[in-house]
């Protein structure tokens, strides 16, 4: 989650009709040029948001008969718990098999507009699931919850909307009209996912599901243009599994290849939506730390480093060594990062396991 995505236009005047539809056209053109997948989910919630003054949103994407929460905004949970705790509390999928608003949607593709989640009538087909309010002490009001359906009519995710707000800040139904417009909304983003995602396999690694090197440059070479124009500093982390080797040779290679997907989703896990995390080679994984310092950096690999230490791994605990470099801290051309970096960590490996070394 991003912390950019999270800021919905304030409650004020209701836009007229026109003013609202020549927006969802520059929404809508925005999102199908948007190449980045994480980014795209993030601004679709964002731009619903916009459209209905909602305190919160959440987009799931369907795979099978589960529901993944891809995107997550709450002013509310941001503000108590933290982006990070308040991902973790949202990592556990919904099953379709699990009676809730977002499951009956994605099975149905029908819209459901409430004015009081909490008082769904006994005769509906479907049932609030107050499981998370109560488990996060939340209280949702109002709920707008609307299919994500492609080209082909099929349903790849839902766009659930909660607790409208008007002008004073007071918890309203959604109005009637804005919920065509989020319909439309809905419409527009499906295929905008679609497209984004079969451009994704190409930069995606097959093992890991994370990034490869290609994406990896590609987007080096666009935060480093960033770095020059706005003079936001950008790190790069690199971790190397120690010992990796002895596992593929005791082990066999299913084992190593069961570390380096459990390695990448921790790191994943434990990352910001925009934080672009890479399978870099072998063994080897490169996070660029976008808008973040040296001594973030610092911090983050510390933090990640002592995730994977702690994690009982399927075939034995797991140790992995940092190298860290810095613009400008360490190195003034977007070039010199990688090398850098590179180097910090040749110097961990060298020092011992479980080492960080900082260019």
């Given at each position: 989650?991003?912390?950019?995505?999270?800021?919905?236009?304030?409650?004020?005047?209701?836009?007229?009709?026109?003013?609202?539809l020549?927006?969802?056209?520059?929404?809508?053109?925005?999102?199908?040029?948007?190449?980045?997948?994480?980014?795209?989910?993030?601004r679709?919630?964002?731009?619903?948001?916009?459209?209905?003054?909602?305190e919160a949103g959440?987009?799931?994407l369907?795979?099978?008969?589960?529901l993944?929460?891809?995107?997550?905004?709450?002013d509310v949970?941001?503000?108590?718990?933290g982006?990070?705790?308040?991902?973790?509390?949202?990592?556990?999928?919904?099953?379709l098999?699990?009676?809730?608003l977002a499951?009956y949607?994605a099975?149905?593709?029908?819209?459901?507009?409430?004015?009081d989640?909490?008082?769904?009538?006994?005769?509906?087909?479907?049932?609030f699931?107050?499981?998370?309010?109560?488990?996060?002490?939340?209280?949702?009001?109002s709920?707008?919850?609307?299919?994500?359906?492609?080209?082909t009519?099929d349903?790849?995710g839902?766009?659930?909307?909660?607790?409208?707000?008007?002008?004073?800040?007071?918890?309203?139904?959604?109005?009637?009209?804005?919920e065509?417009?989020?319909?439309?909304?809905?419409?527009?983003?499906a295929?905008?996912?679609?497209?984004?995602?079969?451009?994704?396999?190409?930069?995606?690694?097959?093992?890991?599901?994370?990034?490869?090197?290609?994406y990896?440059?590609?987007?080096?070479?666009?935060?480093?243009?960033?770095?020059?124009?706005?003079?936001e500093?950008?790190?790069?982390?690199?971790?190397d599994?120690?010992g990796?080797?002895?596992?593929?040779?005791?082990?066999?290679?299913?084992?190593?290849?069961?570390?380096?997907?459990?390695?990448?989703?921790?790191?994943?896990t434990?990352?910001r939506?925009?934080?672009?995390?890479?399978?870099?080679?072998?063994?080897e994984f490169?996070?660029?730390?976008?808008?973040?310092?040296?001594?973030?950096a610092?911090?983050?690999a510390?933090?990640?480093r002592?995730?994977?230490?702690?994690?009982?791994?399927?075939?034995?605990?797991?140790?992995?060594?940092?190298?860290?470099?810095?613009?400008?801290?360490?190195v003034?051309?977007?070039e010199?990062l990688v090398?850098?970096?590179?180097?910090?960590?040749?110097?961990?490996?060298r020092?011992?396991r479980?080492?960080?070394e900082?260019?």
């Amino acid at each position: 989650m991003s912390d950019k995505a999270t800021d919905p236009t304030k409650p004020g005047d209701k836009p007229s009709v026109t003013q609202l539809l020549k927006r969802l056209i520059q929404v809508g053109i925005g999102l199908t040029s948007e190449r980045d997948l994480s980014t795209l989910l993030e601004r679709i919630v964002t731009e619903a948001r916009r459209f209905t003054n909602a305190e919160a949103g959440t987009l799931f994407l369907r795979e099978g008969d589960l529901l993944r929460f891809a995107v997550v905004q709450n002013d509310v949970l941001r503000e108590r718990m933290g982006e990070l705790e308040m991902r973790r509390q949202f990592a556990e999928p919904l099953r379709l098999s699990q009676p809730s608003l977002a499951g009956y949607v994605a099975e149905t593709a029908q819209p459901i507009c409430l004015p009081d989640a909490y008082g769904v009538p006994k005769s509906r087909p479907y049932v609030f699931n107050q499981d998370l309010d109560v488990r996060l002490h939340y209280q949702t009001g109002s709920v707008l919850v609307v299919p994500l359906q492609d080209a082909t009519r099929d349903v790849i995710g839902v766009l659930q909307l909660i607790n409208a707000r008007d002008a004073a800040g007071e918890v309203v139904p959604f109005d009637p009209e804005l919920e065509t417009l989020v319909q439309a909304l809905a419409s527009q983003a499906a295929v905008a996912i679609r497209n984004a995602r079969l451009e994704e396999l190409s930069f995606k690694d097959p093992l890991t599901a994370v990034y490869n090197r290609r994406y990896f440059m590609l987007r080096l070479e666009e935060e480093a243009r960033r770095h020059v124009r706005f003079a936001e500093p950008l790190s790069l982390v690199l971790f190397d599994i120690d010992g990796f080797k002895t596992i593929n040779d005791r082990l066999g290679h299913r084992a190593g290849d069961d570390a380096l997907k459990e390695t990448a989703q921790l790191i994943v896990t434990n990352s910001r939506s925009f934080s672009i995390v890479t399978r870099y080679g072998g063994d080897e994984f490169a996070v660029l730390l976008v808008n973040t310092s040296k001594s973030g950096a610092v911090k983050y690999a510390q933090r990640i480093r002592d995730v994977i230490e702690r994690h009982r791994f399927s075939h034995g605990q797991l140790t992995v060594s940092v190298g860290i470099a810095a613009l400008p801290d360490d190195v003034l051309a977007s070039e010199d990062l990688v090398p850098a970096a590179d180097r910090a960590l040749y110097v961990a490996k060298r020092v011992g396991r479980s080492t960080i070394e900082i260019a």
